[in-house]
């Protein structure tokens, strides 16, 4: 169902910083286990990446593999306008590595990283700092001798003294490091601490204005947003993160949440990015696809329910107001409108508005009678399907000037059998009720209606089709009865295919009755 949305005054972007978005999904996003992507998929990431706007796409980590390499360099030949990273670790093979993987990129980068923390340091490197502060220095220097554009991180940042950080940081601008980042490699920093760490460094640090700061947030408590947000606050200007927020252990900070929340709180974020953000729908699908990596139900932007709206109250606030429950508008991210999702929680109004989308206008009785009939449906199916209310009005309308009627059926089935039905029927207002076996719990059902309603039509076709999807879909059974060389078909749908095979069964013999009654004297058998 589609939402009326009513236009936000624009937010004037003159008086904002611009903050620069460095999409990882190549590199630390394809480092979540499982999440590798083949050649080809690399490609077709970074061609979509360059066009949202992304400006800076680390593709991949060259000396990783030549898989790796190759994919670095293709897409550095490739890309248009982003500028181009290779990651490289304090190796001075990997620096030259990378920088052969990017070297024929319009604009291309190296990062390069060194641990920092005393917990890395001790049982990793098994080095000491001032041993730490050289190898910064050298492969900083050896990265800014291939290229101009030279990014230093220190790994698990956020867990290192802050004087030897800040040595670190003032080295590597030194020797030419034109972008620091701080990771919070482990995701363990909370939004003041990490806007403090950059503020604190931005002022103690001397020739700190020479480069550009960074964030770069694991996700492990649910902060990695937040986190990265509150980096911007404390003068980092470039954010580095992932197309659904894919990355090692939990993740990397969101894109899409980082770029929207930007967005739509500008009134408390005041910065500006080159994502087109009507992009990201499409980014989020081909990056889960090329993945695997399905995209969580409730993830924020991409989410399949992050427009979808099922109970009673929202659904009657979206249809009046959109803004009632939405803080963004669907086509702001790509989507062509939010859903209102026909449950359990829906109310009439939805349900009103939903038949009307449909094609049915009811009069009050008939819609009073197909909104209970749906909600003992929601009740028991987890999803309702424009096609599940389709078959609803359908039944609706062919039972509602039926003589016969299914009132209460009864199937013992199983291996054991025979299996038998016990059915009560409403027959001309009466109600009669017999018991039968039969092979099957099907033949059961239709002899008990035989032996309800004496009739000597022969079943032509009994046919079965799942309305939807899932074991919980409604099943349409379709039924034909032959008398006198005239058919007369009936369809029963319910999630209890039983009782769809009784009223599709039933269906066809009131055509059938009614047929005769035109014909003959009208008068119903009733055994
Ligand atoms: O999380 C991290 O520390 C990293 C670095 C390589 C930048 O991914
Ligand atoms: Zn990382």
Redesign the pocket.
């Known amino acids: 169902m589609t939402v009326e949305h009513i236009q936000r005054p624009s937010v004037s972007t003159s008086d904002k910083d611009h903050v620069i978005i460095f999409d990882?999904t190549l590199?630390?996003g394809e480092?979540s286990p499982g999440a590798t992507m083949s050649f080809e998929e690399k490609l077709e990431v970074a061609d979509l990446l360059d066009q949202m706007g992304v400006d800076i796409i680390e593709a991949g980590f060259p000396i990783a593999s030549e898989g790796d390499f190759q994919a670095v360099a293709e897409i550095a030949r490739q890309t248009k306008r982003a500028t181009i990273a290779g990651?490289a670790r304090a190796i001075p093979i990997d620096i030259a590595r990378a920088g052969e993987a990017v070297r024929h990129a319009k604009s291309p980068r190296i990062?390069t990283?060194v641990s920092t923390s005393p917990i890395h340091l001790e049982h990793q490197m098994k080095k000491n700092q001032d041993e730490v502060l050289e190898i910064v220095i050298a492969t900083v220097t050896q990265a800014r001798g291939l290229v101009d554009n030279v990014e230093w991180?220190g790994?698990?940042?956020t867990r290192t003294p802050i004087d030897f950080l800040a040595r670190c940081v003032e080295a590597a601008i030194k020797a030419g490091a034109t972008t620091i980042?701080l990771?919070?490699?482990v995701g363990y920093t909370t939004p003041e601490e990490y806007c403090a760490m950059f503020e604190n460094l931005r002022n103690r640090v001397p020739n700190a204005d020479k480069a550009i700061f960074s964030v770069?947030c694991?996700n492990d408590l649910g902060l990695a947003v937040a986190n990265s947000l509150a980096g911007l606050r404390g003068g980092a200007r470039q954010i580095?993160c992932t197309i659904n927020g894919i990355?090692?252990r939990a993740g990397?900070a969101a894109l899409e949440e980082v770029v929207m929340a930007m967005k739509v709180r500008g009134d408390v974020l005041p910065y500006t990015t080159n994502v087109d953000a009507s992009m990201l729908v499409r980014a989020s699908k081909l990056v889960a696809a090329a993945t695997s990596f399905p995209v969580q139900y409730n993830k924020a932007i991409v989410g399949k329910n992050a427009f979808a709206h099922e109970s009673g109250i929202h659904q009657d606030g979206m249809l009046k107001n959109s803004e009632t429950y939405e803080i963004m508008r669907p086509e702001d991210i790509g989507l062509k409108s939010s859903s209102l999702v026909m449950g359990k929680h829906s109310g009439r109004h939805a349900f009103r508005k939903k038949l009307e989308e449909l094609g049915h206008q009811l009069s009050d009785n008939a819609f009073q009678d197909a909104f209970e009939r749906f909600k003992a449906l929601a009740d028991k199916k987890k999803h309702v399907y424009d096609e599940d209310l389709e078959a609803l009005i359908d039944d609706q309308v062919t039972r509602s000037a039926d003589l016969i009627k299914v009132e209460a059926l009864t199937v013992i089935a199983g291996t054991g059998g025979p299996q038998r039905a016990t059915i009560t029927l409403s027959v001309n207002g009466k109600h009669i009720t017999k018991e039968c076996t039969g092979d099957g719990p099907v033949d059961a059902t239709f002899n008990a209606i035989k032996a309800a309603v004496d009739h000597t039509a022969n079943l032509q076709l009994f046919q079965v089709k799942a309305v939807t999807e899932g074991t919980d879909a409604q099943a349409d059974v379709s039924v034909r009865l032959e008398e006198d060389g005239r058919s007369f078909t009936g369809r029963g749908t319910d999630t209890d295919t039983m009782v769809a095979a009784a009223r599709a069964y039933v269906g066809a013999l009131n055509k059938l009755m009614a047929r005769r009654a035109m014909g003959k004297s009208g008068v119903l058998a009733a055994g």
Do not use: I, K
Request: charged share 30%; hydrophobic share 20%.
């Open positions: 990882t590199r630390d480092q990651l990062h990283f991180s790994m698990d940042a980042n990771p919070d490699t770069h694991h580095e990355g090692e990397n």
